[in-house]
Each structure stands twice: as C-alpha cells, then as structure tokens.
C-alpha cells in the first residue's frame, strides 16, 4: 500500500502538543490570508513562518512532498495558464504565445497561495492525531443549532471517525470482487461497459452487509448518536493563547506589509 | 443473571428465528448454544443485551427488561457481544482509540477511559499492538482486539458468536482460552459455535433447532444424546470413539475424553490391564 498523502506523523514536539482547535482555527485563519494578500512580501512572510512552524514541528520535510507531490501537474498547469493568457508587457514570443510580466507575477501569487495551503494543511495533519482532528471540530460544532438538519456533532465526529477506519475495509473489497468476477471470466480492460456493473452490485451488496454489521456491532458497544465523551482530553492550556496571539499579531502585521 | 422467559421472535419478512424460548443464565455459568445453520442461534445471542427485542415474552437482564429503552446503556454496559466477523467490529483508526469506543459511548471522563484502555489491552496482552490499525492485524489477533474492546466496558457477561469460525484451528484455540481464563475470573460466558470439540469443559449445552431449544444439559448428558445426529451435528470425533468401543464393551470414562493425551493413556491402561 502506497503512503497516503496527509497523514499524521506521531510525535512530541510543541506544535504536537497544541489542542487541534488551536490549529484548526489557525490553519482556517492563514488560509484565508493566503488569499488575502497580494504582495510577494506577505508570501514570502508566509512561507517563513512555514518554515518557522516545521523547524517547530521536527518533521520530515518528506511529509510536506507527499503534500504537494500528487497536485504537481495542476500546479504546474495554473502557472501556465496565468503565464500565457494574462493580459499585459510581453517578455518575450514564442510563436503566438506570449508570456506576459503580469502573467509571471499572477501565476506565482496563485501557485504560491495553493502551495501555502497544502503545506499549512499538512502541517496540520502531521502534527495531529485525525481522531483529535474529529474531537476539536466536534467540540468546535457543539454549539451550532445542528439539530435543525437532524444531527448531532457526535454524530457527525463519529461518521468522520468511521469513515477514515472504514475506507480501507472498502478498498479491500474492491480487490476481492474484482479478483472474483475475474476468476469467473470478466475481463476488465476489454470490457469496461460490462464491467462496471459487474463490479458494482456485488461491491454495493456486499458493503451495506459490512455496514449493517458494522452498525450492529456499534450498537452492542453503547453508541446510541447521542453525547459521548473522548478519550482525547482537549483544554485550552496557556500555549494555546500564546500561539493564538502570536499568529493573530503575524496576521496584522502581514496585512500592513 | 439473564432471564429469558417465553420468548418469540420473527424477523421484519416474516422468518420465524425464534419460538418460545425460556433460559435462565447463572453468574459465573460457561454455557454454550449449538444448533445448525439458521437455527436460531445468533437471533438469541442478539436478544441478550437488547439489540433485538422479543415480540413475545421477555428477556430480563439483572432485573432489566431489555424492552425499557431507558434500561439499554446499563444492558450493554453488562452484556458484551463479540461477533463472527473482526473486520467489521472495528470502529477505530488505532486499536487504542477502538477500545475507547465503548467506554466513551458511556461519557466516562478521558482518564476513566484510558483506565479502561490499559486494562483491556492488560487483560488480552496486547499492549504492544496500542498504536496499529486494527485492519493489520491477523483474524486472531482482530478478534483478540474486539474481545478488548467488549472488556473495556467491564461487562459481567460475554457473549460469543461464533468467535473462532473464521480462525484456524490454533489462532481458535487461543481465543477459547482466553476466554476460559476470563470465565475462570468470574465472568460469565455464552459461546455459540458450530464447533462441538470446544465444548467439553462447558457447564451446560443448549441445543436448538428451528428457532427452539430442543436439548439441554451438562455436554456428558447432551452428547450421549441420541437425537443429536439427526439435528445436523457431529459429535466430536473423541467422544464418538468413546461411544463406539463402548458398544463392543470397552467403557472410556467422559473425563479422559477431553483430549487425545488422556484418552490414549486409558486405552494403554486397559491393556496393561488385560
Ligand atoms: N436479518 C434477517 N432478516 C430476515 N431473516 C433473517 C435475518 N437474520 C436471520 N434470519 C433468519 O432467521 C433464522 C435464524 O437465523 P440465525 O442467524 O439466528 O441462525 P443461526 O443459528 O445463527 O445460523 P448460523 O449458524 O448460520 O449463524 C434463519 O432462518 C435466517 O434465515
Ligand atoms: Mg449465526
């Protein structure tokens, strides 16, 4: 199996030890910022403190490749896309294409805020537990009138929960009635048309019995939807404030650059 | 402990799964149910913490009517079921956070929970797996994992659905041991299985067929039974052995029919003897 793309590196480094609200609330806030700002100098205030915060985090920066890695081509397609079909000074010409100054400075703004995204993103991912991710959005939900759509934020922590240790079970199956219809003659590459249903109803069968499974097995242990508690303990400790205050000045600071 | 009196149940298409049941389980009792396939055994074992309800008479739970839904956390919190399959009884990304699942739908606080969850893992000696994916882990080992996480709850009772149907026969072995050891230490277990040569050392055989109990008794008693051969079920080969050279005259007390050591020391015995 291939390393999925955000996935949390244990560890115990300050940025570990943050309460997942903190972060979420900080990577939400930069994000916004990201798109907020138009001068290279925020960018570039931006990825410093990236930098700052990894140093803090004592990851491997591999974690931030894989980040980046699999939206490379969309990337890479953006900045073309603004290079050559911005309005503005030509640089240069090649043949009818004309990359424009403008263009440059569009395409790397743009790439740039994508870029510092995905890096926030993953630094929030890396550094947190997703079962305390799904405790700080529950404890974040709690207070929202959810019930008005008929839900309760425990259900839905414990539908996000599910699902991450679920999909996995799901892949399998895939595997395992794609190797069953293939055992039986099905040839998937010459015969997509009649594959896919093939595919499809065993697959869909065979998942709502797990799931009805699943869902017995849920009840037996307790769950009822209603409030339960975490074993993750989150309180708001003083470094949480601090590192509130501290991005909440950076932001400031950033937005009078 | 568990009260089952005059229970019937049909599923929602109208199967009729169980008629007229009445069982009383005692504190402490290892006791097992056999049967065939669609007898009606996993109905059962669904009734005893509620997650079916009779539709006629009543299962009573410690005093509890599982009918009174005010009752149901207590139920569950008493009576544990562990299930055929592993893969699909895993709620959680680590076993750690699986074995909180339970304690946490009872709102205990976070260090109650993580108690529950070092005891568990301690029980099961599985604390070296805390931080793996419980989809890593072997059929074995998954139903080591979902029996910890039944535990963590602290129940009195533990029911098992065919628990070892889907392991070989030494990763079954170990799981019937574990849960000797656990009935030793007071807790009392249901065992539903298909596999006769797991009950010897049971306190007591149910044997139903078509949604009733049509046996009962200590598996001495139930084994020598002579209707058990038309229910579909085969005698484990020991006692079946037993039961032949009885019929030429040579008589194997039951105790030296648990296990192959003990049976052949008779025979070598009775040799020596003649
Ligand atoms: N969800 C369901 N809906 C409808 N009928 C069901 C359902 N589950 C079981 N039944 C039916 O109820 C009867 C009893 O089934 P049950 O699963 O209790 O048998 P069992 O003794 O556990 O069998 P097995 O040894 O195969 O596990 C069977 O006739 C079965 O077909
Ligand atoms: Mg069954």
Known sequence: MHEPVFSYVPGVSPLHKLDPRTKLVVVMLLGILAFRIENFAGIGALFILFFALTLLSRLPMTVFFRAVRPMMLFIIFIFLAQLFFSDGRPLATFWVLQPSMEGLENGLTLVSRFILLLLFAALLTASTDPSAITCGIERMLRPLPLQWLGISSFELATMMNISIAFLPLLFERVERTKAAQA?????FVKNPFHSVPALAIPLLRGVIRDAEELALAMESRGYQGKRR????????????????FVIVLFIIIVLNL | MIRLEKVSYSYPDGTPALENINLAIKKGEFIAIIGKNGSGKS?????????????KGKVIIRGMDTRDISKLPGIRKLVGIVFQNPETQFVGRTVEED????PENLCLPPVEIRKCVDMALAETGFEKYRYRSPKTLSG????????????????????????????????????????????????????????????HAADRIIVMDKGRIVLEGDPESVFADP????????????????????????????????????????????FLKT
């Open chain 1, 183 to 187: 055992a039986r003659g099905m040839d």
């Open chain 1, 229 to 244: 508690t975490s074993m993750h303990e989150l309180s708001m400790q003083n470094r949480d404030w601090i590192a509130l």
């Open chain 2, 43 to 55: 109905t059962l074992a669904l009734h005893l913490n509620g997650l079916l309800k009779p539709q």
């Open chain 2, 99 to 102: 074995l909180a699942f339970g």
């Open chain 2, 140 to 199: 074995g080992q998954g139903q080591f994992v979902a029996l910890a996480g039944i535990l963590a709850m602290r129940p009195e009772c533990l029911v098992f659905d065919e628990v070892t149907s889907m392991l070989d026969p030494d990763s079954g072995t170990d799981v019937l041991e574990r849960i000797r050891k656990l009935q030793r230490k007071g807790k009392t277990v249901v065992y539903i299985t298909h596999n006769l040569e797991e009950l």
């Open chain 2, 227 to 270: 209707s058990l051969q038309s229910l579909g079920l085969t005698l484990p080969s020991l006692i079946e052995l037993a039961a032949r050279l009885k019929t030429c005259g040579v008589a194997i007390p039951w105790e030296k029919t648990s296990s192959p050591h003990s049976f052949a020391e008779e025979i070598c015995q009775l």
